[in-house]
């Protein structure tokens, strides 16, 4: 490219970029603080992993690729300065000081985002095997450079939850932003939902399901989703109707059935359809968007199909185990083979994955997140005599990326910028991060994977880079492999091989109103206009 033209873009983002220096240098010290624990435990990637800084000042251009973002693909070289994109041009040439990358005959795309992760979360007695260094260097392996966590309040307060996971953060390996669930209701609660906002949260999820745990009422549901419509934050749902559940449970044990398959059996499809179905409503009533996590049943897509064609901002996330696999698993004479698929909601018979995946392609549902939660063989164990006792949860952060290629785009039903939009930009749009991340634009996070489509790629839990012994997803091979991953200009997965280190992930903070909130205020005002009322009537003389 002309000089030129770098010199005035790098001078654009003169001002962005000392900002994230700062922010480095902020968090340098749990550089320092952190690594050593990985070392002893043996749990290191790469020769930097015990605490010596990566470089990460670095220039790299990658050469030749089909460039792609979701409004478009062409052939272009990426030139990348200091963890950020500089230039995106079909030619730009470099001095020798500059590393480059040959990617002819490759996809270049803006690294995953994977809007729905539990990494090192507290649940049902236990806690989940990854944390924010194992679950991020699998998901590098996997070419997801960015994710958004769900913090959980501690005894229902929020700042506490937030600081518990600050700290859980802090071995950070990619970047992170957090969701904030909400458990409880009180003035102290809706204040600090405020709080939470000035810290970088933009969306706030609710349990309708998990029962005497997490579980909220509806009365809860539309305080909470007032609050958010105020804060411009983002209402989250998991839809799933608690108390039929906790019915459907009881139903099973007096069969006798307390095998994994009594999971399946308590919480049938139509009870996500009711969820949310119910949440939908109520969204509608208070005039605000409503971002169903995990959908994973027909019953709860054809809901959000009818809302979204009934013109209500309603966002659906499938998750890679609803879009890849069926729930004849639980059924499987093994036992801890059968607790591996366990997780809620559950993952549904046949056609149910073909139905989710169709509509993902046709925009009814508009990005895939994994609900990574994983526990070992010896965790799920604990429901050996109870399906109730199993804790919840299923794989998939380093392998969403893989799989939805295999998927949606070998199978020939989406694009490349389909691809693009599905598994990253729209997640940075709805959390309002974008162009930062999700796209490969001068100024954007250099947040880049190499595909080689021609190249294929296996799951095994042998391979794997997550700290569980077993993976849902155990002997599946297709085409499209993550050769290159890029994290903030930094190469971390090349030639299968990870390079990271606890301490170099970044907070991104999410400010509130996206695109989703525009024109509420306009229909709030069309509604008002529409009441005719109150009704100017004459006083009656007695
Ligand atoms: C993959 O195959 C296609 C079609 O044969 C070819 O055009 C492309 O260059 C190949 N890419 C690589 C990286 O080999
Ligand atoms: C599962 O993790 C626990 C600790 O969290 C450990 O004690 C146990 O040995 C692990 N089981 C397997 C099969 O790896
Ligand atoms: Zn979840």
């Avoid at 039903?413 to 389909?418: C, H, P």
Wanted: contains cysteine; negative net charge; charged residues 20%.
């Amino acid at each position: 490219m002309p000089l030129n033209g770098l010199v005035l873009s790098i001078m654009a983002f003169t001002s962005f970029f000392l900002f994230s220096s700062l922010i480095i240098a902020a968090i340098a010290p749990s550089l320092h603080a952190q690594p050593n624990q990985f070392c002893e435990a043996g749990i290191g990637y790469g020769d930097s992993s015990c605490g010596d800084s990566i470089p990460s000042s670095s220039k790299l251009l990658i050469k030749g690729g089909t460039v792609v973002n979701a409004h478009h693909q062409q052939i272009a070289d990426v030139y990348i300065e200091d963890g950020l994109i500089v230039a995106v041009n079909p030619t730009i040439t470099v001095g020798d000081e500059v590393r480059v990358i040959d990617a002819t005959g490759k996809f270049v795309m803006p690294g995953g985002i994977d809007p729905h992760t539990h990494l090192e979360f507290e649940f049902m007695n236990t806690v989940t095997k990854d944390d924010f260094f194992s679950g991020q260097a699998a998901a590098l392996a996997g070419g997801t450079t960015m994710h958004i966590d769900f913090a959980i309040p501690i005894d229902g307060s929020l700042t506490a939850g937030f600081e518990a996971y600050e700290k859980k953060a802090q071995k950070s390996c990619m970047d992170y932003g957090f969701h904030m669930a909400i458990t409880k209701w009180d003035e102290t609660v809706a204040r600090e939902m405020e709080l939470m906002v000035e810290k970088g949260i933009n969306s706030f999820k609710f349990f309708m399901a998990y029962k005497g745990a997490l579980m909220i009422g509806d009365e809860l549901l539309l305080q909470g989703l007032k609050k958010c419509k105020s804060l411009g934050a983002l209402a989250m749902v998991h839809a799933e109707n608690g108390d039929a559940i906790d019915e459907g449970q009881k139903k099973m044990i007096e069969l006798g059935i307390t095998g994994p398959e009594g999971h399946a059996l308590s919480r049938p499809p139509v009870l996500e359809g009711e969820a949310t179905a119910r949440a939908i409503r109520l969204a509608d009533f208070v005039n605000t968007p409503l971002y169903v996590v995990h959908v994973m049943s027909i019953d709860a897509m054809e809901e959000i199909a009818k809302a979204r064609t009934s013109g209500q901002r309603v966002i659906g996330e499938p998750i890679v185990s609803g879009l890849a696999l069926d729930g004849s698993w639980l059924w499987h004479p093994d036992f801890v083979t059968a607790a591996k698929y366990l997780m809620s909601p559950p993952i549904r018979k046949q056609g149910h994955d073909k139905a989710l995946q169709a509509a993902l392609a046709t925009g009814v549902l508009q990005l895939v997140g994994t609900d990574h939660c994983v526990f070992n063989s010896t965790q799920k164990s604990l429901g050996i005599d109870d399906f109730r006792k199993i804790p919840n949860g299923v794989n998939g952060i380093e392998e969403r990326m893989h799989l939805v290629w295999d998927i949606m785009v070998e199978s020939g039903q989406i694009s490349v910028t389909d691809y693009v939009r599905l598994t990253s930009t729209e997640c940075a749009r709805i959390f309002n991060i974008y162009p930062r991340k999700g796209a490969i634009l001068p100024g954007s996070d250099a947040d880049i994977i190499i595909l080689n489509p021609n190249s294929s790629f296996e799951v095994t839990a042998k391979s794997h880079h997550s700290r569980v012994d077993t993976n849902v997803f155990e002997g599946w091979r297709g085409k499209g492999k993550i050769e290159v991953t890029i994290s903030r200009g930094r190469v971390v997965w090349e030639n299968n091989e990870l390079k990271v280190a606890p301490g170099t992930g970044r907070y991104i903070e999410m400010s509130p109103f996206s695109y989703l909130f525009d024109g509420l205020d306009k229909k709030d005002a069309s509604y008002l206009n529409s009441l005719q009322a109150p009704v100017k009537r004459a006083k009656s003389t007695a």
